[in-house]
């Protein structure tokens, strides 16, 4: 536990659930890196196993305690960074204890009593917590949330399609170790040339797809599903994309249609979007709105080869916007490419926000 050297007394005491997982790793660098700092306490909390550990918080060693009802005693705000099932059982014990928790598991979003909030987008949404919970989305929605609501804001979306090549680090320190091997089982081999060649490569190696988090090799392929299977050819990241967009533009009969495709990158989503509006947008006007977004970097010379990528975004706390064109055959439609940090904005940052803000409320 620390208290932060030249903190005034009387300042909120911040608990972090997860602390030693990937994202809770993030978060403490999310916290390290903050101009400002509002919290007097920072308590670190994490399973049994990993208690005792000792991690460096603004200068400061903390040790990680291990999850019990006892920990969030004065707690103020809890983030949760842990799975479904962990934050289900835990975070009404929080919120009992007194701590406004902001949560990053999918186990609240859909809730109706539970808001859902990217602070640049709908910050007002969170003065109702009945429950005293607040949902921080999926990482894919949260990719492009802070372009499509500015855009949104002014000229009133009213359809949304979007096809997204999400990262492996989206399923964990699974996926990404199950990356890295898959392409150590490949490289410097001749594959790809008929089918078949990269499967044989990776059970040569021994590895088997039943074996991993992935339903098909990522290693030199793209694999059209993201997260589990929910009937009707439908996957839930594609679900989620639909129901948590509706939620957080407050536009409950927004038509959405999701494809969601992980891709052989490392960290950070990236979302080809089609969004059409009540009103004629240009491609001008588009970038007058994200230039006037502290939270979005527009990178669009498309003639010149500037454009959003993976491979420049990962680390990076904005939204990077590009590719921006009004739609040939569509009245009053952009499409346009987003990439995210998966990791940051996408999961641990956006938490961090939301918090940041309840700590000016209390």
């Known amino acids: 536990m620390s208290s932060g050297a030249g903190v005034p007394q009387n300042t909120p005491t911040l608990a972090l659930v997860g602390a030693t997982g990937a994202v809770g790793s993030v978060m403490i660098e999310i916290l390290n890196e903050r101009p400002d700092w509002p919290w007097g306490e920072v308590r670190l909390i994490a399973s049994p196993r990993s208690a005792g550990r000792k991690l460096t918080v603004r200068g400061a060693e903390v040790t990680v305690v291990a999850l019990a009802p006892e920990v969030f005693d004065g707690v103020d705000v809890a983030m949760f960074d842990v799975p479904d099932g962990v934050s289900a059982e835990w975070a009404p014990v929080a919120a009992a204890r007194g701590a406004v928790v902001v949560d990053n598991s999918g186990a609240f979003r859909m809730d109706d009593d539970v808001p859902l909030v990217v602070p640049e987008v709908n910050l007002d949404m969170m003065a109702a917590r009945p429950r005293g919970i607040v949902a921080n989305p999926n990482c894919t929605t949260l990719s492009m949330m802070a372009a499509l609501g500015a855009l949104h804001h002014r000229f009133l979306l009213r359809e ?17 170790e199950r990356l890295y091997a898959e392409l ?20 040569a190696a021994g590895l088997s797809i039943a074996d991993s988090p992935f339903p098909g090799p990522l290693a030199l392929n793209v694999v059209p599903a993201a997260g589990s299977y929910k009937g009707d050819g439908w996957f839930s990241e594609e679900l989620k994309v639909r129901n948590e967009s509706r939620k957080i533009l407050g536009i409950p009969d927004l038509r959405v249609s999701a494809t969601c495709v992980r891709v052989p990158v490392v960290t950070t989503h990236s979302l080809a979007v089609h969004a059409t509006f009540a009103s004629p947008v240009s491609v001008a006007q588009a970038h007058e709105v994200f230039a006037a977004s502290p939270s979005v970097v527009l990178v669009d010379d498309p003639a ?10 990962v680390g990076g706390d904005p939204t990077y916007v590009g590719r921006i064109r009004q739609a040939l055959d569509f009245p009053n439609t952009l499409d346009f490419f987003v990439c995210g940090d ?21």
């Not at 949304?160 to 990404?176: P, T």
């Open 160 to 176: 949304l399609v979007v096809a997204s090549y999400q990262a492996v680090s989206g399923a964990g320190v699974a996926g990404v």
């Open 184 to 203: 150590s089982a490949v490289a410097g081999k001749q594959v790809g040339m008929r089918a078949g060649d990269v499967r044989e490569a990776l059970a």
């Open 304 to 313: 010149a080869g500037e454009f959003p990528m993976p491979a420049d975004v």
């Open 342 to 362: 998966n990791l940051r904005k996408g999961a641990a940052l956006n938490t961090y926000e939301i918090a940041e803000a309840l700590a000016a409320q209390i």
